[in-house]
């Protein structure tokens, strides 16, 4: 947790906020990272990937500004991570204009 802003020395910290998504694109539910497991060589006829998901929070600088951005599901999302869980891929070329 940020005691002391990096950027100013400032010890004016507004800890534990959390983010929050555009409505239109999510309701009022925070942003947040998923790691899904990868399918396996020899899957079986009946399969659903498991995913681990973790929301955000911040912490803001009162002093500049800065902000910090964390979650508190680090330790389960670097077990998946280390089990060989992925994020999910987007094709930008699709979402952005030429």
Known sequence: MMKQCPEC???EIIPDLLVFADRSTSGQNPPYVSLT???PQN??????????SAGFRAAVCGGCGYTHFYT??????????KKGYKSQQYNLSILLPM
């Open 9 to 11: 020395g400032s010890t």
């Open 37 to 39: 497991e990868p399918e």
């Open 43 to 52: 899957r079986p006829f009946v399969w659903m990937p498991k995913s681990v």
């Open 72 to 81: 508190m599901q680090h330790a389960a999302l670097l077990d998946t991570y």
